[in-house]
């Protein structure tokens, strides 16, 4: 068994998740690439492996199926110890007019967005409470707080995040565990990429960068520094809170 943390970051084969798996990594932890997707799970464990640090595949693990994240959990705790930090980045996002939004995209984006890191969140906490120290990042979005036409379900589903973000800090502060939301803005990853093609952005991707006070999108590596800075031993008094990673431009 690692003498390391342990960390579990959920949707890490791609985007954001990849490059805060990569971080962790960087930064001394265990990580437990967790996806839906085995194959890119696998690949950026290779990364990790390649690049000297360490990392573990958990593939076909679906993050809204309680009893799935409870299985993957116990293998990861068996595998790399107990679990101390979580990074619930795992989503999927959807673009309806609120009226055309059916039941069953709606249901599916809240168990995945706001479920997944309700379950999840439960398998670790009690490894954390033993450990007395735990660190919790929950992956919103900026439309969380501005909304979005087009998106009631997924901006839901992370404004959802938000409120459970500030309560399990309220909860869980006493047990060293530190919780908090980063609600990225535009980052440039695959699915930002695929949302201009099909205009989900209203706009192009450059011209939400000249609209942007630092005058670019946001990259994955942004959203994991933050991310990382959160999961220091220093940031223990940081709880509750929503950082916003997304160059000055809050909605
Ligand atoms: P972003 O651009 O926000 O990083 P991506 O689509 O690139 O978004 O990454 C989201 C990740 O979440 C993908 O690797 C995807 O496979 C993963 N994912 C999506 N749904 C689930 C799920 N139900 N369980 C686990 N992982 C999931």
Redesign the pocket.
């Known amino acids: 068994m690692t003498e390391r943390k342990t960390a579990v970051v959920?949707?890490?084969?791609?985007?954001?998740?990849r490059a805060v798996a990569h971080r962790l990594a960087a930064d001394g932890f265990a990580v437990a690439v967790?996806?839906?997707?085995a194959d890119?799970a696998k690949q950026v464990v290779e990364e990790i492996t390649e690049a000297g640090n360490e990392a573990v595949a958990f593939g076909d693990?679906?993050?809204?199926d309680r009893g799935q994240v409870n299985a993957a959990i116990e293998s990861i705790r068996q595998t790399l110890g107990p679990v101390l930090v979580l990074v619930n980045?795992?989503?999927?996002t959807g673009f309806r007019e609120f009226l055309k939004i059916s039941d069953a995209s709606w249901n599916k984006t809240l168990a995945?967005n706001l479920s997944?890191p309700f379950y999840l969140s439960q398998a670790v906490l009690p490894d954390m409470i033993a450990a007395h120290w735990g660190r919790i990042v929950n992956i919103s979005s900026s439309s969380a707080q501005g909304g979005q036409q087009y998106m009631a379900h997924y901006v839901s589903s992370k404004a959802g995040l938000i409120g459970m973000t500030k309560s399990l800090a309220l909860e869980f502060g006493e047990h060293g565990v530190t919780v908090n939301t980063i609600p990225p803005g535009f980052?440039d990853?695959?699915?930002?990429r695929e949302s201009e093609r099909r205009g989900m952005l209203g706009g192009s991707v450059d011209i939400h960068a000249e609209r942007t006070p630092v005058r670019r999108p946001g990259k994955?590596e942004d959203i994991a520094a933050a991310t990382s800075f959160l999961c220091r031993e220093e940031a223990g008094y940081i709880t509750g809170q929503i950082i916003g990673v997304n160059g000055g431009r809050n909605t």
């Not at 967790?34 to 997707?37: E, F, G, S, V």
């Not at 990853?189 to 930002?192: G, V």
């Open positions: 959920t949707g890490g084969g791609s985007g954001i998740g967790l996806d839906l997707n890119t693990v679906d993050v809204s980045n795992a989503g999927v995945v997944g980052v990853t695959p699915m930002l994955p």
